[in-house]
């Protein structure tokens, strides 16, 4: 009977080391799992089944593929758009893609040379710059200070968005 009152404790303080291992690693990132859909040479291309997720950040994304580069330690994020690709940049996606880049390059700590946004006629290529690096930033930090601000004017005229949206039973700026 003593054997079993030392053994609780015990097995009490393991559970909650691994418990605080587990949320520390929880707190820095989350890696999805996914498959390996595709391997070509010194390619492979995974496919994630989950959100990418840094959490100090405050940032998340999902990338439709990633393909690594096994000879060079590099990884690139794939974005799928089922439309032919616009004459103009479009710089949602663009955005999207620095937003990818960025979390690949931070959770699977692997230089990130660019992102891939696949459309249905063309493949563009997003590189990774400083430059994009730093337009990723500010925009993430003029989001995060509008996220706390009392009232945030609509960014957009569009009635389809606004149809979409959330919460806009409770919006005082709606169009529909």
């Not at 990132?29 to 496919?47: K, L, M, N, S």
């Not at 696949?118 to 989001?143: C, F, G, H, K």
């Amino acid at each position: 009977m003593a054997a079993a009152g030392q053994i609780i404790p015990l097995l009490l303080f393991v559970i909650g080391a691994l418990l605080l291992i587990a949320s520390y690693r929880l707190t820095r990132a989350i890696r999805p799992t996914g498959h390996v859909d595709q391997v070509d040479g010194d390619t492979e291309a995974y496919v994630p089944h989950g959100l990418l997720i840094l959490v100090e950040d405050r940032l998340a994304g999902q990338p439709h593929g990633l393909l690594r580069l096994a000879d060079r330690q590099q990884t690139i994020p794939i974005q799928v758009i089922d439309r032919a690709s616009p004459a103009v940049p479009d710089q949602v996606a663009g955005c999207q893609m620095s937003a990818f880049c960025y979390l690949v390059e931070a959770i699977y700590d692997q230089e990130v040379p660019y992102g891939m946004l696949r459309y249905a006629d063309l493949d563009v290529q997003i590189d990774w710059t400083p430059e994009n690096r730093q337009a990723l930033a500010d925009l993430l930090s003029e989001m995060r200070l509008q996220a706390e601000a009392s009232n945030v004017d609509r960014s957009h005229n569009t009635p389809s968005i606004c149809a979409a949206c959330i919460v806009k039973e409770v919006c005082d700026q709606a169009l529909v």
